[in-house]
């Protein structure tokens, strides 16, 4: 997307910016510590060759020899010490430049020199070292810096830009998500805007009929309003979910899920599904009581609804280590690897449901019980058994108090989706009274 790739090409002109500035600044310090260390070692070197001129030369490196020159205050030509021969016939005019010059550096051709002076009865002293070979050296250590800070640059130029889409990868995911979301949700709207628009025009068309007349053209209006309402309110509450923190407490879920339980007794009646629960007491998580109410109802209607004629389906809520584990299992058909994998995301329906002309649903109910998992930091799994039907498992973390009495709030994780450690674990069977989870 192009708001994506302009947020990667800020990310990586500031970043390099940035680490450009501070490898200058660093770089080019460590340079101009090694210049002044060398400056000082032959600027030392100068005095204590004024200081001594007889023994100076037999004590330091031949790389460091002075030219010593003594220029007499009568007129007289100088008095020149040292080996000038290797300068062949330029030796006369560097003598006379470093004269001139007095004190500092000085430049001859491709030769670099610099002298000192001191002032005597009779004349001046003059300390010349040639530091060719120390600024040849100067030179190789700033190409070599040069060359470090240029490939540090495009190396960090490099490590942004490829950082970039890990990091910018959560914006782009939402903002992905985003649009499916609208157009998703556009797209279930508009066949129930389409059928009410059908049903004004088929009024309209009659102007002369009554109400009683046009009872059944108003009912599926009413229908479809009713539809769009739940629309809305099931993405307003996976918004809240997602987006913003649940006002938690110390909850029983053992009694909201016993109570839940009970309210599907009549429509499992109606289906003719037999509900098996086997359900552990005073099992306490530290959530929000209405979404975990919610998370009961979605699972145990999506399992009663998938069941089959006169099938089975089995809930049991107990204690499993430091967790509480819910599994909800009906007989039926079994769910496809595919199936299980995108079943939590929003308005996936399996192709069961899609074939279903009477299903009401969205595909939004499991995605709010994923997000109500998260929430809550917990994990939930879908999985099937062939020959057997489909497994919801739910593990929400066992309430922890502090020595106050206050509830410890759990650690939230980054995916609240565990396939395949939860699909190897568990595996189930109904009979007539009992559901059994083997591990």
């Known amino acids: ?25 660093v770089l080019g310090g460590l340079f101009g510590v090694v210049y002044g260390s060398n400056d000082m070692f032959i600027n030392k070197a100068l005095d204590k060759a004024l200081e001594d001129p007889e023994n100076y030369n037999n004590a330091v490196a031949n790389d460091l020899r002075c030219i010593f ?17 290797v300068y062949g ?38 300390s010349l070292i040639d530091r060719t070979s120390y600024h040849k050296q100067l030179t190789n250590t700033a190409v070599m810096v040069t060359l470090l800070y240029c490939c540090s640059v495009v190396f960090v130029a490099l490590l942004a830009l490829l950082s970039s889409a890990r ?56 229908t479809q309003l009713v539809r769009m309402r739940d629309l809305i309110n099931s993405m307003l509450e996976l918004s809240k979910l997602e987006q913003s923190e649940l006002p938690k407490q ?24 037999k509900l098996i629960t086997e359900i552990q007491p005073d099992l306490h ?18 399992a009663i ?16 280590g430091k967790r509480v584990h819910l599994s909800v299992m009906n007989t039926g058909e079994c769910i496809s690897k595919e199936d299980a994998k995108h079943v939590f995301d929003r308005f996936y329906r399996t192709d069961g449901a899609r074939q279903n002309k009477d299903s009401q649903s969205f595909g939004l109910g499991l995605s709010i019980a994923a ?38 709030e759990p650690r939230k994780k980054k995916n609240c989706l565990n396939y395949e450690k939860t699909r190897r674990k568990t595996r189930f069977s109904i009979n007539n009274s009992q559901c059994i989870i083997q591990k």
Not at 1 to 25: C, D, G, P, S
Not at 97 to 122: L, M, Q, T
Not at 286 to 299: D, F, H, Q, T, W
């Open 1 to 25: 997307m192009e708001i994506i790739r302009k947020q990667r090409i800020n990310y990586t002109v500031t970043t390099t910016v940035i680490a450009a500035i501070f490898l200058l600044v």
């Open 69 to 85: 020159i003594y220029k007499y205050d009568d007129g007289r030509n100088p008095y020149i010490d040292g080996k000038v021969d």
């Open 89 to 126: 016939d330029d030796a006369t005019d560097i003598v006379l430049k470093a004269i001139f010059v007095g004190k500092g550096k000085f430049k001859y051709n491709d030769r670099y020199f610099i002298v000192a002076n001191r002032e005597y009865p009779n004349g001046t002293l003059y």
């Open 167 to 222: 990091l910018l990868f959560p914006v782009a995911s939402a903002m992905t998500k985003q649009r499916d979301l609208i157009a998703n949700a556009s797209h279930e709207l508009k066949t129930p805007l389409t059928i009410i628009a059908t049903n004004l025009s088929v009024i309209k068309s009659e102007p002369d009929s009554t109400v009683k007349d046009n009872e059944k053209w108003i009912a599926s209006i009413s």
């Open 250 to 273: 110390d909850v029983n879920f053992s009694e909201i899920f016993e109570g839940a339980c009970l309210e599907f007794e009549a429509t499992c009646f109606e289906k003719d599904v």
């Open 285 to 302: 998580v530290y959530g929000e009581p209405k979404s975990l109410e919610r998370l009961a109802v979605i699972l145990l209607d999506n």
């Open 305 to 320: 609804k998938y069941s089959g004629d006169k099938g089975k389906v089995g809930a049991r809520l107990f204690a499993d």
């Open 371 to 408: 997000a109500t998992v998260k929430a809550h930091c917990g994990e939930i799994d879908c999985h099937g058994i062939e020959g057997k039907g489909t497994v919801f498992d739910v593990y929400l973390p066992t309430l922890k108090l502090k020595k106050d009495g206050t509830p410890v």
